[in-house]
C-alpha cells in the first residue's frame, strides 16, 4: 500500500463543535488534498497543500480550515460543524514527477448531529 | 471551471454481460484515468493513459484515450460479481495541474 492513513475512520459529532481529522502518509509526497464525497456530486475538493505550510483552496472550502506543520500530516478542520457536513472526506496524495494520479485513503466518515 | 461529464450515472447488468462507460469534457486532457471504489474504501487507480489514442487493458478492464483528447471510454468484459462499484474518470492536463474528477458510473450487477 502506498502509506495513507486517515484517522479516525468513522466519527459523530454535534452541530457546533470544532472537529478535526487527520491525514498522514509515508511516502514523502509533497502534495496532498482533502475531498468530500457526497451522492450526486463526486469528488469536490475542499483544500489543499502543495508544501510545508503551503495551502489553497479548493471548490467547496467554506467551513473547512487546513494546517500542514509536516511533509506527513495534513489536517483538515471543521471549525464549527454542520448537518451539511456530514460526508465521507477523503485525503488523497502525489509526488513530483508522479504520473500515475493520486492515492487515497480509505476515508473518513463523519456524521454531524 | 473544467468538468468531466461521466455516463451513464449507473448500471444494472447481468453477471456475465460487458459494460461500456464515458467520460467527455469541453476541455483538452493529457492524462485520463480511470478510478475503481469499493464501498468503504478510497478509489484505486485501474488505467492510466498517457496519450491520444492510445488503448490500455488491465485485465478484463480496457479503456481508450479518445483521440480529441476531450474523452475516454472504459469498458469492462464478462462482468463478475467484485466488478460491483464506483468507477471515476478523471482527466489531468499536466503533472502540475490538479486532477479533475467526473461525478462515477455506480455499477449494479444482478446474479
Not at chain 1, 1 to 19: C, F, L, M, N
Not at chain 2, 57 to 67: E, M, Y
Request: with cysteine.
Amino acid at each position: 500500500d502506498a502509506g495513507i492513513t486517515q484517522s479516525p475512520r468513522h466519527k459523530v459529532t454535534e452541530t457546533g463543535t470544532p472537529v478535526t481529522l487527520r491525514c498522514h502518509q509515508t511516502e514523502n509526497h509533497r502534495y496532498m488534498y482533502w475531498y468530500r464525497q457526497d451522492p450526486g456530486h463526486g469528488l469536490r475538493l475542499i483544500h489543499y497543500s502543495y508544501g510545508v505550510k503551503d495551502t489553497d483552496k479548493g471548490e467547496v472550502s467554506d467551513g473547512y480550515s487546513v494546517s500542514r506543520s509536516k511533509t506527513e500530516d495534513f489536517l483538515l478542520t471543521l471549525e464549527s460543524a454542520t448537518s451539511s457536513q456530514t460526508s465521507v472526506y477523503f485525503c488523497a496524495i502525489t509526488g513530483a514527477g508522479v504520473r500515475d494520479g493520486y492515492t487515497f485513503g480509505s476515508g473518513t466518515r463523519l456524521t454531524v448531529v | 471551471g473544467q468538468q468531466l461529464n461521466q455516463s451513464p450515472q449507473s448500471m444494472f447488468i447481468q453477471e456475465g454481460e460487458d459494460v461500456s462507460m464515458n467520460c467527455t469534457s469541453s476541455s483538452i486532457f493529457n492524462t485520463w484515468l480511470w478510478y475503481k471504489q469499493e464501498p468503504g474504501e478510497g478509489p484505486v487507480l485501474l488505467i492510466a493513459l498517457y496519450k491520444a489514442g492510445e488503448l490500455t487493458s488491465n485485465g478484463r478492464l480496457t479503456a481508450q484515450f479518445g483521440i480529441t483528447r476531450k474523452d475516454s471510454f472504459l469498458n469492462i468484459s464478462a462482468s463478475i460479481p467484485s466488478d460491483v462499484g464506483i468507477y471515476f474518470c478523471a482527466g489531468q492536463l499536466t503533472r502540475d495541474d490538479k486532477i479533475i474528477f467526473g461525478k462515477g458510473t455506480r455499477l449494479h450487477i444482478l446474479p
